[in-house]
């Protein structure tokens, strides 16, 4: 599927739901290119208007690669056939850290959210050369900005060992470091759910619903994995108190120092939406499909 059939299912949920379910195509979405965009504009605003009605779309119009190399990440065929293009992300031990960690992985330029609802969706195939290590790949995040105390994300999806887990972590503590009960690391609260046994050359699409907040009592947060709810929360805080917002990111994402000497990841791209986005708006744009095939029992 080329990003121009991706764009049109997407106007078409948006057309039939009104503007607020609209998927989010000016901040997210597939790319025809990863190469620059030989015009470029001065002006958020001006970005934002031109990729909500163009017909042939730039990475770096839409997002930002964090790598040691551009070339760590390609445009390709998906694997498992069809017309569809994904992402191909590469990482070697050899490559020098990207503040602090190993990665290649990619998130939207102008995508932040601090309350509210949200909707993201972000797939992931591990290839059939796939390492199974111990030590903790993470794939995709739903992160959150921060001015002063780095803290992990709210939501990871992480690969350690065969296991596909979804980390989550939240604080309603204040950020700043001030007060007699600042946010901490050691303070954080924190659950792992273990939503699969990792197979390769198979794809995992994952829609989350968010609705943002750091405030005790307030909050909810829905999670599907091809096709399953793998965790939901209700009345709950699932965030921090952030600066920017809250954010997706996709791709490969190894703390410290690599304990293997390849990863290779494809993804499909980041898709974002609105408030009165579905669920089936969401996942159809997925390589899976809104008709996902049910997958084992998730274990919460």
């Known amino acids: 599927m080329q990003a121009s059939h991706i764009l049109m299912a997407a106007a078409l949920c948006g057309a039939a739901g009104g503007a607020l379910a609209q998927v989010d195509i000016a901040r997210a979405g597939p790319v025809d290119t990863l190469a620059k965009n030989p015009n470029p504009l001065t002006y958020v605003s001006q970005n934002l208007a031109r990729n909500q009605t163009s017909t042939f779309r730039y990475f770096d119009d839409l997002y930002v690669l964090s790598a040691a190399s551009p070339d760590r990440l390609e445009l390709v065929a998906n694997p498992l056939g069809g017309t569809r293009k994904v992402l191909r992300h590469s990482l070697y031990k050899t490559d020098p850290l990207v503040t602090g960690g190993s990665r290649t992985e990619i998130s939207p330029k102008y995508e932040y959210v601090i309350e509210g609802v949200r909707w993201y969706a972000v797939s992931m195939l591990f290839p059939a050369n796939w390492t199974f290590h111990a030590s903790p790949t993470v794939v995709a995040q739903l992160h959150t ?7 992990p994300p709210p939501l990871a999806v992480v690969a350690s060992g065969q296991d596909l887990n979804v980390e989550l972590h ?3 503590r204040n950020m700043s470091g001030q007060g007699t009960d600042p946010a901490t690391r050691a303070n954080t609260g924190e659950q792992l759910v273990r939503v699969a046994k990792i197979q390769t050359n198979k794809w995992y699409c994952f829609v989350v619903r968010a609705d943002w907040s750091y405030k005790p009592g307030v909050g909810s947060m829905k999670v ?12 709950a805080f699932n965030a921090y108190e952030t600066w920017l917002g809250n954010y997706p990111k996709v791709g490969l994402y190894m703390p410290g120092v690599m304990q293997v000497a390849t990863r290779q990841l494809y993804t499909d791209f980041i898709h974002v939406g609105g408030p009165s986005t579905t669920y089936e708006a969401m996942a159809g744009l997925t390589p899976c499909g809104a008709a996902a095939s049910a997958t084992p029992a998730v274990i919460k």
């Open 170 to 172: 939240y604080n309603y």
């Open 224 to 235: 599907w994995m091809n096709g399953n709810v793998a965790y939901e929360s209700k009345n």
């Open 145 to 151: 900005s921060q001015k002063t105390l780095a803290v």
